[in-house]
């Protein structure tokens, strides 16, 4: 009994020594299991940075064109954007962009004229004129033959030149002298262009013509500016002369017409080109064609702002053309057409080339009206008495 005791005992210490060593041994085997899982797991990390890095440099050696970038982000990005156009389904195609295309600049809103705010381009006329305010007048007998708004008063943009250039005129200044275009002559109003640079010296006379010829408006502000007095004596003297004239619509704050408070009528316009008329040097630098003028080393090359002096159908004696956009078109021209002297003022007119056109519809509406007056005529000289 004791004895069957005995080795029952053994067996049952046997069997759980045995079941001791047996959970160590797994133990062990799980934990080695572990580490060269995680081993592995190190190994493959490195592989990958290794062969990211080889495509780096594979990158970097080929040459690289501008604009291009490096090829693994460029294939990630490719990547991603072919999965977001996936995702976002079948879609229009959109205009390639050329490389090296400018940005399009918005374009600026057009700026309403006193005339088309006033509504003055309601009203109508016979000639279907593009300018809101139109004078023609008989320059010997004062007659007036067309009118449309003639007493509307308006910016007169580079008209105002016809006075600046007559004050200057009558100043009897020596227009031989020299004078220099200086910063204080720069468009600090419109901030308008010039080619005459700060520092140009030119002479008076010489600035009379590029200010009448072709609106030079430094050439104008400097021609005030260098005034016996000063340019406040100047606009003084240009406001004096319009008041002892008569031309009570009209006011002037500077010499060049850039200013909108510079403003005046048809009626009063066609005054003053009636007296610059009388100034032959304004007669022959208003309708000269063209002017060379030497620049230091440069030649500069002016022409008329109004074409018409060139056009053979038309016998210009003076003219003034203008342009602001308070003012719109502007141009005011002595001229003989069928067999008289007319002065013709066209303000606030639509288009570039619209106040040319006006001029053109009352030149040739003027010389039907002769044609039939003299058919008349010489038709009622033919019948019997």
Known sequence: MNKAWLRMAVFAMVVGLLSIISSQFSLVYAQNGKQKTSAAQKQTKKN?????????????????????????????????????????????????????????????????????????????????????????????????????????VLPIASLTKLMTALVIAEANLPMHESLQITQADVDTEKWSSSRLAVGTVLSRGELMHLAL?????????????????GMDAFVRRMNQRA????????????????????????????????????????????????????????TLQYNNTNRLVKHPDWDIGLQKTGYISEAGRCLVMQAQVA???????????????????????????????????????????RLPS
């Open 48 to 152: 990958d940075k290794a062969s990211v890095a080889r495509k780096n440099q594979s990158a970097k050696a080929q040459p690289k064109r501008k604009g291009q970038k490096p090829a693994v982000a460029s294939t990630r990005k490719k990547q991603t954007a072919q999965a977001a156009s996936r995702a976002q389904g079948p879609r229009a195609k959109t205009a390639i962009k050329p490389r090296n295309a400018k940005p399009v600049a918005a374009a600026r809103p057009v700026r309403a004229s006193f005339g088309q705010m006033a509504g003055l381009h309601a009203t109508s006329d016979a000639l279907g004129l593009n300018s809101s305010v139109a004078l023609v007048v008989d320059q010997e007998t004062n007659e007036v033959l067309f009118s449309k708004n003639d007493h509307a």
């Open 339 to 381: 067999g008289r002297k007319l002065i013709m003022v066209f303000l606030d007119s639509t288009g570039k080339v619209g106040r040319l056109g006006d001029a053109e519809r009352v030149r040739k509406w003027l010389e039907q009206k002769s044609s039939l007056h003299s058919d008349v005529s010489t038709h009622a000289q």
């Open 243 to 298: 008041v002892l004239t008569g031309m009570a619509d009209t006011r002037f704050v500077e010499p060049t017409g850039l200013s909108s408070l510079n403003q005046s009528s048809a009626s009063d316009l066609a005054v003053l080109a009636a007296m610059a008329y009388n100034e032959p040097m304004l007669r022959e630098l208003s309708t000269s064609h063209g002017r060379e003028v030497s620049v230091g080393r440069r």
């Open 213 to 229: 010829m072709s609106s030079e408006n430094r050439a104008a502000h400097a021609l005030g500016r260098t005034f016996p007095g």
